[in-house]
C-alpha cells in the first residue's frame, strides 16, 4: 500500500512516499480503508524525535493517529462494527496511508463528511477529557491558550455548550473566527496578564493551555497563584511548576466520539477543515500545521 514514511528524526523534508506491506486488525481493532487522515502536532514532535522517550519509534515509521474510513477487516472480540461499515477513531500508529488500524473508534454518521470525521477524534477526545479535568461548568470563566487550532476550536465549542465563558487566545487574525465559535478572544503574549483581567475581571475559574508557548506562568498569577484548574498538553516545562502534561486516555472514548460526531451533525459543533490536501503533500501538511496558525484541522486523503 502507499505510505508516507520517514527513515530519520528531522523536519518535513524526511517524508517520503513508499510502498510499504499492509497492516491487520488484531483483537479489539478495526482495519480502515483510509479516506481522510487528521494532522496533529505530536505528529510533527514525534517526526523531529522530541518525544522519542515517550513515544519510541521504529523507523520506517509511518506519522498520524486519527483517521476515517471504511471498515475492510475486523479483529477478534470486536461487536457492532462489520466489514463496509464506515468509522472515524484513533489509529495505532500509521494514519498517513491507504490503510489504517484503529482501537477506538464510533460509526460515522452519513451526514458528516470523511474530512470531518478523521479531524473530530484527538480534538474531542482530548478536549472532552481536560474539560472533566478542569471540572468546567455553567458560570465558570475559562481561559484557553491557543483556541485557534484543533483542538482549540472543540475545547471552545464544548466549554460554551457547558455555559461557560470561554476567553481564548490567538494570533489577530484568528479573533474574528473565535468569536464566530462563541469565545472571547484576546492576543498572546506580554501583557496578557493585564488583558485577561480587564476582559474578566470577576477571575479566571480554569486555564486550559493548548499552545504550550510559556504561558503557564501568567496562568498561575491569574488563578491567584495556585495550579489548582490549570492544565496543559503542550508545555513540558509545567511539571517544575507543579502542572504535569495532561495525556490519559479516556476509558469510554467510543461513547465520546459518538456524541461529538453527533453534535457535529445536529449543527453543534463546527469542524472547521483549514485545508484538505493529497497524501502526497503531507510535508506541505506537517510544515503548515508546525505554524500554529491554521484555523481548524489540516487534513490529508489517499
Aim: hydrophobic share 45%; proline share 5%; no cysteine.
Amino acid at each position: 500500500m502507499k505510505a508516507i514514511t520517514f527513515e530519520e528524526f528531522g523536519g518535513p523534508e524526511v517524508l517520503r512516499l513508499t510502498q510499504v506491506d499492509e497492516p491487520h486488525a488484531g483483537p479489539g481493532q478495526v482495519r480502515l480503508q483510509v479516506r481522510a487522515a487528521g494532522i496533529n502536532p505530536m505528529d510533527h514532535k514525534i517526526r523531529n524525535g522530541w518525544l522519542a522517550e515517550a513515544f519510541p519509534t521504529t523507523f520506517p515509521a509511518i506519522p498520524g493517529n486519527e483517521a476515517s474510513g471504511v471498515v475492510d477487516e475486523v479483529g477478534e472480540g470486536v461487536t457492532g462494527v462489520a466489514v463496509g461499515d464506515e468509522v472515524f477513531g484513533l489509529i495505532a500508529g500509521g494514519a498517513y496511508a491507504e490503510h489504517a488500524i484503529a482501537f477506538v473508534f464510533a460509526r460515522k454518521p452519513s451526514g458528516l463528511g470523511w474530512a470531518e470525521a478523521a479531524a473530530l477524534p484527538v480534538a474531542a477526545l482530548t478536549a472532552a477529557r481536560d474539560l472533566d479535568l478542569l471540572g468546567v461548568t455553567a458560570d465558570d470563566t475559562l481561559l484557553i491558550h491557543g483556541a485557534a487550532g484543533g483542538v482549540g476550536t472543540v475545547a471552545v465549542q464544548m466549554g460554551v455548550a457547558r455555559g461557560a465563558t470561554v476567553i481564548g487566545t490567538a494570533s489577530a487574525a484568528n479573533h474574528e473566527y473565535l468569536r464566530s465559535l462563541g469565545a472571547v478572544p484576546l492576543a498572546y503574549g506580554d501583557g496578557l496578564v493585564s488583558r485577561v483581567r480587564e476582559t474578566a475581571p470577576q477571575g479566571v475559574d480554569a486555564v486550559y493551555d493548548i499552545a504550550g508557548q510559556g504561558a503557564l506562568p501568567d496562568s498561575i498569577e491569574l488563578r491567584g497563584g495556585t495550579t489548582d484548574r490549570i492544565v496543559t498538553i503542550a508545555d513540558p516545562t509545567g511539571a517544575a511548576l507543579g502542572i504535569p502534561l495532561s495525556t490519559a486516555m479516556a476509558t469510554d472514548g467510543d461513547r465520546i466520539l459518538a456524541e461529538a460526531a453527533q453534535m457535529a451533525v445536529d449543527g453543534k459543533l463546527r469542524i472547521v477543515i483549514a485545508a484538505d490536501l493529497p497524501l502526497a503533500d503531507a510535508a506541505k501538511a506537517m510544515a503548515q500545521n508546525e505554524t500554529g496558525h491554521a484555523q481548524g484541522k489540516i487534513v490529508l486523503h489517499p
